[in-house]
């Protein structure tokens, strides 16, 4: 267990001193204050807007990491024959494997929390940069007589004390786990656990293409994968409703029709149902979000299954 | 003496798909490209000896290397390292293995890139870190704790992988070409430190492609040419057994000594008054030294020469086109 | 000769043909896309393009799983350029319909969708029966949003003027828990605005039970007023009934109630009457009777057979206004009035009373202050010495008090011609003409209010009636 917890946190290393993960996580958080920019284009609930595009934005993010970085995991390895000597090692494949793909985990969790503290940061600075609350802010210093000659100044403390408190404000969000939280940041702490189970989906598909596969070609399959694996359920849907218009046989259908009635019956059986872990139309609505069971249980389950093919594959393959 | 490395029949087929086109249209058929790398080998290496795997490029040495340290896996045959099985976490907890052109975790800094791997033998606290300095300075590689791998010059980067090799005190020791990009100081340190192993009782199992590397240190060789073992032995026994040259080179050579050495010469060279004698009799180069001994001349050099691998190669490979076709003698000695 | 270690300079032949090349092409594209810009606004075509969307279950798969942030998307999308767009008279609003439509199938759960969707499509009464179809689809997929209900109950009322739909979302705000209590009483007001002042009663009883047993005072008050309300519209319907029957036989409208009285126009119809719903209320009471019980009591018991004119909740009658009976018969053919026109000089005493003791009141301080040495001036007593609308007159007294005659009859309740008379719980003659008081008659006289024969010479407003057959500015 310590040796794979070696690799896992030398695999955390190795992502965290790569530059695509800087540029993705600045990538995200210009887009997580635009989702407060874009929030306040609209006439009626600007808070379902923000909080949509953040947690989408924050899933987004998480999955480029885990395509970008991801694929380069086991390859780098074998490319730069890294792995002879640690596989040389008194460690078994499997571990090596686990504990990159534990690492990677690592990774993108740090990184899901950072993104969600700053998106909490950026729902805390929208709460207090509201109209209402800047003019109560400053009634307030009216009132003590502490706006009369330092009107600007004043503005300022307001300003900067609002700054530092939406950070510690969103510091505390993440840091309890989701137990403190204002409304305005309920369930975003769920959400990036859901995230998560969804990326150790996804990540377990990064570690079996990167395994045996070359790192543009696993990103583009991981990619498909998690295309595919978010737009399963609707694509079922969609091929169900062209069996009801089709009448309830292949034969009337034309030939766009019946590629995609049996694509999506297969990929429907086959890629993970990444919808399971999609919440956001509650978080929009701050509906109560639950991590059920039941997606608790697939996401580990799958994952597993997943790492466990490319431990068959990797347990079996020479390196170059 | 205990045999810790044994090798049977251990063979390598190396098979490559290749996507083909057939008639000009695209129809993708898996065609298999094979290529042998090694070729029934079989190898006993004892207990406490430095033992040589030479051969040109290409000829199977590192595939072996690959094969026992469990990287690649055998087509045939078996390989057992201290009679259990390649691959076994048992067995690599008693090893070190220094691959060819070794590259490592360049992000890592030096003391960093050791503790990982010192975790990976299970390692830990402060054995780990003194274990660490001190195989650190061993290498030479005391100024450069903190630096990270990607400012390590190649020669750094060789010495660092000895020392990751060295962790765990290993009982035998895997190097593959462990000198080759090294400079002449450099390989002797490293030709010192495989000596200094062999006095601390491990056993060397170490490849080359150059004999002066192995013919000074090891105890026996084993040669590879194109996946097939052509001999195995002591470098001696392979080599030193063969045709030995005397090569003298003198000036100012008196004229009864010069028109000797030129008539029981092999070879002779002139270059203005220096000349260079080449015989293949002890006795020849004897008395042409005796003479020059004798104030005929002065002597400026002489050298025992001893077959070289190429030569030797040259000599085996064409002995072994001769037996294959079918008039050649055996090679294996 | 230029050096080849340097760069070639800016000023050779080459390079400024090189500039020229680029700033021509990029002229032309600025030109383009100028005139792109500049068209756009009469290409309509251009404008629906946008509009059209996929279908929803192809957006679905289309969108990754990202339906909600590519709706997100639309949306403000929508408002940034259908904001501007709707204003375009010749923008098409069934395709915005669709497009609101198409988007709301992919993300049901985003009422802003229907409600900024119903803005924009039903806009100016442009295409309602969209708008309308936008709000169902709302109600029916978000079902706590009672304010989608509310939308739809406004605009099916005030815009579309179909009850039905109104009463449809009636129906699903009240399935809905947190719909308050005003959105539910529309159905009242629906049942009323459609004569069905059954069925407006029966609700409002409802509500006045429940709200007296809670002990909520001020909306018992207002309850009380709304029946008030009720029973003067349940009664003015049986007048009119009375009328449109007087009408179909004659082919004229009655001039006045003894008209309407002395045939057999009014029917025997079951009203509630105040009188009947406060000795329903006193007998509930003393029976101890709560919840649906004394409901559904107060309902049965308020409700009496009514032979001719209902009475007035107020407790007076109804009579026919001939001031403005006659200005509605000046505006033309009555039969071509909406049919709440036609009626509209169907009027209660009560009301006529309250109008003649308001403007008593609100000009006597002004009259009172105006007497110089025990006199009125002439020009005060031109001002506010005028005819009311049923057939009377304000009067000044000698000692300055401003009174009114028809008010000084029904005060005194003495008059015959107000007394009871005919049919009904008030079988009165109900229309005090200027000819049934000589007073009245010798006054409008004076004043040129109506010519020797008695005929009206001015409308009631003062304006001489020839004048309003003129067509209007």
Request: aromatic share 12%; proline share 10%; charged share 20%.
């Given at each position: 267990m310590t040796k794979t917890l070696a690799i896992a946190l030398n695999t955390f290393k190795e992502a965290v001193r790569n530059r695509v993960l800087y540029v993705l996580l600045f990538f995200s958080v210009l887009i997580l204050f635009g989702a407060w920019l874009a929030s306040t284009?609209?006439?009626?609930?600007p808070e379902r807007i923000v909080r949509d595009l953040g947690v989408a934005a924050i899933n987004i993010i998480s999955g480029l990491i885990a395509v970008f970085v991801g694929i380069g995991l086991v390859y780098n390895d074998l490319d730069k024959k890294t792995i002879y000597t640690v596989v040389s090692k008194p460690i078994s494949r499997w571990q090596f494997l686990v504990g990159k793909y534990i690492g990677l985990l690592g990774t993108i969790l740090v990184n899901v929390l950072i993104m969600t503290w700053v998106f909490c940061t950026v729902l805390h600075l929208r709460d207090a940069f509201t109209d209402e609350a800047t003019n109560q802010a400053i009634y307030r210093q009216l009132e003590s007589g502490a706006?009369?000659?330092?009107g600007a100044l004043a503005h300022l403390g307001y300003v900067a004390t609002s700054i530092i408190g939406a950070v510690l404000k969103g510091a505390a969000n993440i840091l309890s786990l989701g137990f403190y939280s204002t409304p305005i940041t309920e369930g975003l702490f769920l959400a990036s656990v859901l995230t998560m189970l969804e990326m150790m989906v996804i990540v377990s598909f990064a570690v079996l293409f990167s395994s045996f596969s070359t790192p543009t070609l696993s990103a583009f399959l991981t990619a498909f994968v998690w295309v595919i694996g978010k737009g399963n359920q609707e694509l079922y849907l969609l091929a169900q409703s062209l069996m009801k218009k089709a009448g309830?046989?292949?034969?009337?259908?034309d030939a766009s029709q019946e590629l995609i009635y049996h694509f999506a019956k297969f990929s429907a059986h086959i890629?993970?149902?990444?919808?399971?872990?999609?919440q956001r139309p509650q978080i929009a609505d701050f509906a109560p979000v639950v991590v059920s069971p039941m997606a608790l249980a697939y996401g580990i389950v799958y994952s597993a299954g997943i790492i466990a093919i490319s431990v068959l594959i990797f347990e079996r393959r020479n390196f170059k | 003496m205990s045999t810790v490395i044994s090798m049977q029949g251990l063979s390598k087929v190396y098979v490559q798909d290749v996507l083909g086109f057939e008639h000009g249209r695209l129809k993708i058929r898996l065609k298999n490209r094979r290529r042998v790398a090694l070729q029934n080998l079989t190898l006993d290496v004892a207990k406490g000896e430095i033992f040589g795997l030479l051969g040109?490029?290409?000829?199977?040495k590192t595939t072996t290397l690959k094969i026992l340290m469990g990287l690649h896996f055998a087509t045939a045959g078996t390989a057992t390292i201290m009679g259990r099985p390649v691959g076994d976490n048992a067995v690599k907890e008693r090893i070190g293995y220094l691959p060819e052109n070794p590259h490592f975790y360049?992000?890592?800094t030096g003391v960093e890139f050791l503790t990982f791997y010192a975790q990976l033998y299970g390692m830990s606290g402060a054995g780990r870190k003194r274990r660490i300095e001190e195989l650190m300075s061993t290498v030479g590689l005391g100024h450069a704790?903190?630096?990270?791998?990607?400012?390590?010059s190649k020669g750094m980067i060789q010495r660092i992988g000895l020392a990751q090799s060295l962790l765990n005190d290993p009982e035998i020791v895997f190097l593959d070409?462990?000198?080759?990009?090294?400079d002449p100081f450099g390989r002797k340190e490293v030709r010192d430190l495989i000596l200094s192993l062999k006095e601390q009782g491990k056993t060397v199992f170490f490849s080359s492609h150059i004999l002066s590397d192995a013919e000074q240190i090891c105890d026996r060789v084993a040669i590879l040419h194109k996946g097939e073992c052509i001999a195995v032995g002591p470098l001696t026994d392979l080599l030193s057994a063969k045709t030995k040259e005397y090569e003298v080179a003198f000036s100012d050579p008196a004229e009864a000594l010069l028109d000797d050495a030129r008539r029981r010469a092999a070879r002779f060279v002139q270059r203005k008054n220096e000349y260079l004698a080449v015989f293949t009799q002890e006795a020849d180069a004897r008395d042409i030294l005796k003479g020059l001994a004798d104030g005929k001349g002065h002597l400026m050099g002489f050298t025992p020469r001893k077959e070289t691998l190429e030569e030797y190669f040259i000599r085996e490979i064409e002995g072994k086109r001769a037996l294959e076709s079918g008039n050649g003698r055996n090679a294996q000695l | 000769m230029s050096s080849s270690v340097r760069p070639p300079s800016f000023a050779s032949a080459r390079t400024l043909s090189q500039l020229a090349a680029l700033a021509l092409c990029g002229g032309a594209a600025v030109v383009m896309q100028g005139d792109y810009f500049d068209t756009f606004e009469s290409r309509p075509e251009l404008f629906e393009q946008r509009l059209r969307l996929l279908d929803a279950p192809v957006m679905r798969v289309m969108t990754l799983g990202f339906k909600d942030v590519y709706v997100d998307y639309m949306f403000l999308k929508a408002i940034q350029g259908l904001g501007s767009?709707?204003?375009?008279?010749?923008?098409?609003r069934e395709g915005m319909y669709n497009y609101f439509d198409k988007l709301s199938d992919l993300?049901?759960?985003?009422p802003p969708l229907y409600a900024f969707g119903n803005l924009v499509v039903?806009?100016?009464?442009?295409y309602i029966p969209g708008g309308q179809k936008l709000l169902r689809k709302g109600v029916e997929w978000n079902r706590g949003e009672w304010q989608l209900a509310q939308l739809g109950i406004y605009n099916a009322i005030w815009?579309?003027?179909n009850p039905d739909d109104a009463r449809w979302f009636v129906e699903m705000a009240k399935r809905?828990?947190?719909?308050?209590e005003f959105v539910l009483r529309f159905e009242e007001y629906i049942e009323r605005r459609l004569g069905k002042y059954d069925a407006a009663f029966d609700v409002t009883v409802d509500y006045f039970v429940r709200y007296s047993e809670a002990g909520n005072e001020g909306e018992r008050e207002l309850l009380f007023n709304r029946l008030n309300d009720i029973f003067d519209q349940w009664n003015l319907q049986v007048v009119e009934d009375a009328m449109d029957r007087f009408f179909e036989e004659k082919g004229f409208l009655p001039q006045n109630m003894e008209e309407l009285l002395?045939?057999?126009?009014?029917q025997r119809t079951e009203v509630a009457t105040m009188a009947g719903f406060i000795s329903a209320v006193e007998m509930a009471f003393g029976r101890n009777l709560t919840g649906d019980e004394a409901k559904t009591f107060i309902q049965a018991q308020s409700r009496q057979q009514v032979d001719g004119l209902p009475p007035d909740p107020k407790g007076t009658w109804y009579f026919l206004s001939s001031g403005a009976r006659i200005e509605i018969e000046a505006k033309g053919?009555?039969?071509?009035?909406?049919p709440e026109d036609r009626y509209?000089?169907?009027?209660?005493i009560s009301s006529y009373r309250e109008v003649l003791e308001t403007q008593i009141v609100s000009n006597a301080y002004r009259i009172k202050n105006s007497i110089v040495d025990g006199k009125v001036p002439d020009d005060i007593r031109e001002t506010y010495e005028v005819a009311d609308g049923v057939g009377g007159h304000f009067y000044i007294t000698p000692d300055g008090e401003y009174r009114n005659s028809t008010l000084d009859r029904l005060v005194s309740g003495g008059d015959p011609r107000l007394g009871a008379r005919g049919r009904?719980?008030?079988p009165l003659p109900l229309e005090p003409s200027l000819n049934d008081f000589q007073n009245d008659f010798d006054w409008a006289q004076k004043k040129g209010l109506i010519d020797a024969q008695g005929?009206?010479?001015?409308d009631p407003l003062g304006?001489?009636?020839?004048?309003?057959d003129e067509p209007a500015e």
């Open positions: 284009l609209s006439i009626e609930r706006y009369e000659y330092k309830g046989t292949t034969e009337t259908m890629a993970p149902n990444l919808e399971l872990f999609n | 040109p490029n290409g000829a199977g360049d992000y890592l704790l903190d630096l990270p791998l990607r400012g390590y070409e462990p000198q080759s990009g090294l | 767009g709707w204003i375009r008279p010749e923008a098409s993300e049901r759960d985003f039903a806009d100016q009464g442009k815009l579309a003027n809905m828990p947190e719909a308050p002395a045939g057999d126009y009014f053919d009555p039969s071509s009035l909406w509209a000089y169907v009027a209660s009904g719980p008030f005929n009206l010479a001015v304006r001489p009636l020839g004048e309003l």
